[in-house]
């Protein structure tokens, strides 16, 4: 979405502030994040005795970790009678050609950022989709792709291997929870595995847009590499989880 005039005005390391009247906001409909119920309160509950991450909202977590982020900054947008603290607004790196001089961006909407849960630590990385956002966390030695669903959170471990994140398990995280269990997984066994002859005619089955591929592949490592390299070129996220899960699948 392009808007001359507020292109002019963000500034990429500040937040700004625009009137209502300036702006050239997206519908309802095509808000990424839906309606949802209050939001979750991470001091509400004790801390599991296994390990886990606190999850945090959106809205906070976002003030807070924007700066380490290039293709996106936050726009404050001062409107009456909306709520500042549930609806955030991101003005994101586009690829367009430039506005008067500046690079161009597209705005995103989420509605209810107060209640969408993230995980409560620093990302590397944030790209903003049609049906949601993506973050990717490094946490101790693996890697977490988290992805913002209308109903939560879908967080995917990873072993980082070959500088490949290698998923290995999914965990579903609803609004309310208040902390994400952190499963582990023998990065030693994974890459054993990765080792291993593919099963070609399982893999076709489980993803059918592999075929025109499938004699170039040979090991479980190929596969792997072809897939995550399919996954970096779509910007949807349930074909991102789909991809996810097919790795798991072949890896089980």
Same mark, same amino acid.
């Given at each position: $979405?392009?808007?001359?005039?507020?292109?002019?005005?963000?500034?990429?390391?500040?937040?700004?502030?625009?009137?209502?009247?300036?702006?050239? !906001?997206?519908?309802?409909?095509?808000?990424?994040i839906?309606? &949802?119920?209050?939001?979750?309160?991470?001091?509400?509950?004790?801390?599991?005795?296994?390990?886990?991450?606190?999850?945090?909202?959106?809205?906070?977590?976002?003030?807070?970790?924007?700066?380490?982020?290039?293709?996106? &900054?936050?726009? =404050?947008?001062?409107?009456?009678?909306?709520?500042?603290?549930?609806?955030?607004? $991101?003005?994101?790196?586009?690829?367009?050609?430039?506005?008067?001089?500046?690079?161009?961006?597209?705005l995103q909407?989420?509605?209810?950022?107060? &209640?969408?849960?993230? !995980?409560?630590?620093?990302?590397?990385?944030?790209?903003?989709?049609?049906?949601?956002?993506?973050?990717i966390?490094?946490?101790?030695?693996?890697?977490?792709?988290?992805?913002?669903?209308?109903?939560?959170?879908?967080?995917?471990?990873?072993n980082?291997i070959?500088?490949?994140?290698?998923?290995?398990?999914?965990?579903?995280?609803?609004?309310?929870?208040?902390?994400?269990?952190?499963?582990r997984?023998?990065?030693?066994?994974?890459?054993? =595995?990765?080792?291993?002859?593919?099963d !070609?005619?399982?893999?076709?089955?489980?993803?059918?847009?592999?075929?025109?591929?499938?004699?170039?592949?040979?090991?479980?490592?190929?596969?792997?590499?072809?897939?995550?390299?399919?996954?970096?070129?779509?910007t949807?996220?349930?074909?991102?989880?789909?991809?996810?899960?097919?790795?798991?699948?072949? !890896?089980?």
């Amino acid at each position: $979405m392009e808007n001359t005039n507020l292109s002019e005005m963000i500034k990429d390391q500040d937040p700004a502030v625009f009137e209502a009247e300036n702006l050239d !906001l997206p519908s309802e409909e095509s808000m990424p994040i839906e309606e &949802s119920v209050d939001a979750p309160e991470p001091h509400a509950e004790a801390v599991p005795e296994v390990e886990s991450i606190q999850t945090a909202p959106l809205n906070v977590w976002f003030e807070e970790n924007s700066a380490a982020f290039n293709n996106i &900054s936050q726009v =404050k947008v001062a409107i009456r009678g909306i709520n500042p603290n549930k609806t955030l607004i $991101m003005a994101v790196l586009d690829g367009g050609p430039e506005v008067d001089g500046n690079p161009s961006r597209d705005l995103q909407v989420f509605k209810n950022a107060d &209640s969408q849960p993230v !995980l409560n630590i620093p990302a590397n990385d944030m790209q903003i989709y049609n049906n949601g956002f993506r973050l990717i966390y490094q946490y101790d030695d693996l890697a977490i792709k988290a992805y913002g669903v209308r109903t939560g959170l879908i967080c995917v471990f990873c072993n980082i291997i070959s500088d490949n994140l290698v998923p290995y398990s999914v965990v579903k995280v609803k609004k309310k929870d208040a902390f994400v269990p952190v499963p582990r997984c023998s990065s030693e066994e994974v890459t054993a =595995k990765l080792a291993l002859n593919a099963d !070609l005619e399982a893999v076709q089955l489980l993803y059918k847009q592999i075929s025109k591929s499938i004699s170039e592949l040979q090991t479980n490592s190929s596969v792997v590499s072809w897939l995550l390299t399919r996954q970096s070129e779509v910007t949807d996220i349930n074909h991102h989880l789909q991809i996810d899960n097919v790795i798991i699948d072949i !890896l089980s």
